[in-house]
C-alpha cells in the first residue's frame, strides 16, 4: 500500500508544482505591470523594476497556492479516476482513506508552506517593497525632472528639462524660482542633480541667471557652473508607513496603542492578523473539494467535466465568502469567527460527501466491476 500512496502522491505533487509555476508566472506578468509606472512616471532603473516585482511575490503565491492544488488535483484525479487507477486502488483493497490520504498530505504540506509565507516571508518581503517604492517615489532626481515637462515639485519652483541621459546629465535646462521679494530665472545648457554637504543641488553647467528684484531691477549673471540649493524646495513631511498587509504577527494582535494609527485600525490589523492564520486552509478545503468532485461520484466514461465546474464554483464561493469575513471583520471583530469556519465548514462538507457516497453503496465484487464500466 505504501507503494501504491507514494505513487498517488507523486502523480499530485508533479501536476501542483507545474500549476504553481505556471500561475506565479501569470501573477509576475500582471504584477509587473502595476510595477511599470517606476520606469515610465519615476525613470528607475531595470533592477528596481524587477526588484519591486520578485518582493510582491510571496503574498501573491499564498493566494494562489490553494488554486494551484485545487488544479492539479482535479486534472491528475480526473486522469486516474478516467484511466481506472483509482478503481484499481479500491480493488486491491485499499480503503476510500488510503486513496485520499496522499492528496491530504500534500494539501496539509501546502498549508504549512502558505503559513510559513504569511508569517514569515511575505512580511518582510513586503516592508522592503514598501520601502523601495517609498525610496523611489522621494527620488530627487525623479520627483524634480520629467524630461520635455513642466513640473513643479514645490509652489515656488518650475523646472524644465528637454532630455536626459541614462547617467542623469540634463539637457537644455529652465528653472524659474519664485520668492517673496522677486524672482530669479535660470537657463544651462547641461546640469547634474548631485548632494554636496548633505543638501540636495541643482548642478548647472554654461548658462545664465536673470534676477528681478522687488524694485522691479533686472540683475544678469552669466556662469560656468552653478550649484542652485533645493532643500528648501523638497517636501520633508512624507515618512514611510507601513501597512497592516506589512507588518509581522505579532504587530497585529499586538499593537502599539500609544500610536494614533494603530488605535484607529485596531480592528482592521485584527482582521489581517485572522486572515494570516486561517488562509492556509484553503490548500485542504480546495484538495477536499476536488476529492468529493472526482472520486465522491459515481464512475462514468462521459467525463466529470459537470462535477468539475460545479467544484470549482464551490471553491470559488468559498474563497470569496472568505474575503467577505476578513472585509466584514474590520467593523466587527466577532466577524472573523467566520473567516475560520469558511474553510472548515468547505473541507468538513466536501469530505462528508466523500465518505457518504462510500457508507451508502453496498460493496460487493460487481460493484468494483460497475465502477470499471463492466455488466455483470
Given at each position: 500500500m505504501i ?6 502522491l507523486?502523480q499530485l505533487?508533479i ?5 504553481l509555476a ?9 504584477q509587473?505591470?502595476?510595477?511599470l ?7 528607475q532603473s531595470l533592477v528596481?523594476?524587477l526588484?519591486?516585482?520578485a518582493?510582491?511575490?510571496?503574498e501573491?503565491?499564498?493566494l494562489i ?5 485545487f488544479?492539479?488535483?482535479v ?5 486516474m479516476?478516467?484511466e481506472h487507477?483509482?478503481?484499481v486502488?479500491f480493488?486491491?483493497?485499499?480503503s476510500?482513506?488510503?486513496?485520499i490520504?496522499p492528496?491530504m498530505?500534500l494539501?496539509?504540506?501546502a498549508?504549512l508552506?502558505s503559513?510559513?509565507?504569511?508569517l514569515?516571508i511575505?512580511?518582510p518581503a513586503?516592508q522592503?517593497l514598501?520601502?523601495t517604492?517609498?525610496?523611489a517615489?522621494?527620488d530627487?532626481a525623479?520627483?524634480?525632472?520629467k524630461?520635455?515637462?513642466f513640473s513643479e515639485?514645490s509652489?515656488d519652483l518650475t523646472v524644465y528639462?528637454?532630455?536626459a541621459?541614462p547617467?542623469g546629465?540634463?539637457?537644455?535646462i ?11 530665472t535660470?537657463s544651462?545648457?547641461?546640469?547634474l ?19 528681478f528684484?522687488?524694485a522691479?531691477v533686472l540683475n544678469?549673471l552669466a556662469f ?5 540649493d ?8 512624507d515618512?514611510?508607513h507601513?501597512?497592516?498587509s506589512?507588518?509581522?504577527l ?7 496603542l ?5 488605535r ?8 489581517e492578523?485572522?486572515a ?8 485542504i478545503?480546495?484538495?477536499?473539494i476536488?476529492?468529493?468532485?472526482v472520486?465522491?461520484g459515481?464512475?462514468t466514461?462521459m467525463g466529470y ?9 464551490a ?6 465568502l472568505?474575503?467577505a469575513a476578513q ?23 466536501a469530505?462528508?460527501?466523500l465518505?457518504?457516497?462510500?457508507t451508502?453503496r ?5 460493484s468494483?466491476l460497475n465502477?470499471a464500466?463492466a455488466?455483470p
Open positions: 507503494l501504491l500512496e507514494r505513487y498517488l507523486r505533487l501536476p501542483t508544482l507545474l500549476a505556471a500561475l506565479t508566472v501569470v501573477a509576475f506578468l500582471s509587473s505591470l502595476s510595477a509606472s517606476l520606469i515610465v512616471n519615476d525613470r528596481v523594476f526588484k519591486v516585482t518582493l510582491a511575490l510571496p501573491l503565491i499564498s497556492l490553494p488554486v494551484a492544488v488544479v492539479a488535483a486534472i491528475s484525479l480526473n486522469r479516476h478516467t487507477e483509482i478503481v486502488c480493488a486491491g483493497g485499499m476510500r482513506w488510503d486513496v490520504s492528496a498530505r494539501a496539509g504540506f498549508a508552506a503559513l510559513a509565507l504569511n514569515w511575505a512580511p513586503s522592503a514598501r520601502t517604492i517609498f525610496q517615489r522621494a530627487l525623479s520627483s524634480l525632472v524630461p520635455g515637462e515639485p509652489p528639462v528637454q532630455s541621459t547617467g546629465v540634463l539637457k537644455n529652465f528653472v524659474h524660482q519664485q520668492r517673496a521679494n522677486g524672482s530669479t535660470f544651462a545648457d547641461t546640469g542633480i548631485s548632494k554636496r554637504g548633505g543638501a540636495p543641488m541643482l548642478i548647472m553647467h554654461h548658462g545664465a541667471s536673470q534676477e528684484s522687488g522691479g544678469y560656468d557652473e552653478y550649484a542652485l533645493l532643500s528648501a524646495f523638497m517636501s520633508g513631511g515618512e514611510l507601513f501597512k497592516t506589512d507588518r509581522y505579532h504587530e497585529l494582535v499586538f499593537p502599539d500609544t500610536q494614533p494609527w494603530e484607529q485600525y485596531r480592528k482592521k490589523m485584527l482582521s492578523a485572522a494570516r492564520l486561517v488562509s492556509p486552509l484553503y490548500n478545503a480546495f484538495m477536499a476536488a476529492l468529493a468532485a472520486i465522491g459515481s464512475f466514461r467535466n459537470g462535477r468539475i465546474m460545479a467544484a470549482a464554483s471553491a470559488a464561493g468559498a474563497r470569496l472568505g474575503f472585509a466584514l471583520a474590520v467593523h466587527a471583530v466577532w466577524v472573523n469567527a467566520l473567516q475560520l469556519i469558511v474553510p472548515v465548514a468547505a473541507a468538513a462538507i469530505l462528508h460527501r465518505f457518504a457516497k462510500r451508502a453496498r460493496w460487493s465484487p460487481w468494483v465502477l464500466g455488466h
